[in-house]
């Protein structure tokens, strides 16, 4: 199966700051790439897809980019709200798979 | 807009099975291009994919899981369920259900069950 591999584990950023997140493909996933954003006892929210496809209701401060086995997140300017985990999968092959998400906290 | 909500026991002895349900709302399960699925949250760990379900009743189960996985859908009670044989301690989880776009990723989510596996 293919691996995802996200970093940093945990980013610190200060509000207003620009914050960029990467995930790694063991092997090529062409575009197939999405990000999810799980904030504490919830569940994780589609964020953008394929792989720079902002999802119904994402603010324009978040923009995906990437292609082949490099990706990245990059959230402009952070807000209190984005504070969470973040995580990538891939659908370009079964079974699909996640990375193990990158925390994005307050410095 | 579509919501999905899991219910089930939240503790599970060891060697027996697992089972949720998820109930659909705001939508038909019968809609075509989704795929109801199951994905599972170790505690403070990473998203684990389980498996989907057509409408129709076809399922695709991820192999690390397969032999002890069954996903089975109720289009007259639009719900979806999961069943997850010879449970041990690593099948201790978060469950949550989701609807799977094009089978490719998953959107909206349910708020996900806690399911512990201990005698």
């Known amino acids: 199966e293919i691996v995802m591999t996200q970093s940093p584990a945990t980013l610190s950023v200060s509000p207003g700051e620009r914050a960029t997140l990467s995930c790694r493909a063991s092997q090529s996933v062409s575009s197939d790439v999405v990000w999810y954003q799980q904030k504490p006892g919830q569940a994780p929210r589609l964020l953008i897809y394929g792989p720079s496809t902002r999802a119904t209701g994402i603010p324009a401060r978040f923009s995906g980019s990437g292609s082949g086995t490099e990706f990245t997140l990059t959230i402009s300017s952070l807000q209190s709200e984005d504070f969470a985990v973040y995580y990538c999968q891939q659908y370009n092959k079964w079974p699909r798979t996640f990375g193990q998400g990158t925390k994005v906290e307050i410095k | 807009q579509v919501q999905l909500q899991e219910s089930g026991p939240g503790l599970v002895k060891p060697s027996q099975t697992l089972s949720l349900t998820c109930t659909v709302s705001?939508?038909?399960?019968?809609?075509?291009?989704?795929?109801w699925s199951w994905i599972r949250q170790h505690p403070g760990k990473g998203l684990e994919w389980i498996g989907y379900?057509?409408?129709?009743?076809?399922?695709y189960y991820n192999p690390s899981l397969k032999s002890r996985v069954n996903v089975s859908v109720d289009t007259s009670k639009n719900q979806f369920s999961l069943q997850l044989s010879s449970v041990t301690a690593a099948d201790t989880a978060v469950y949550f259900c989701?609807?799977?776009?094009?089978?490719?990723?998953?959107?909206?989510w349910g708020q996900g069950s806690l399911v512990t596996v201990s005698s």
């Open positions: 989701a609807r799977g776009v094009r089978a490719n990723w998953f959107d909206p």
């Open positions: 705001g939508g038909s399960i019968s809609s075509g291009g989704y795929y």
């Open positions: 379900i057509y409408y129709s009743g076809y399922t």
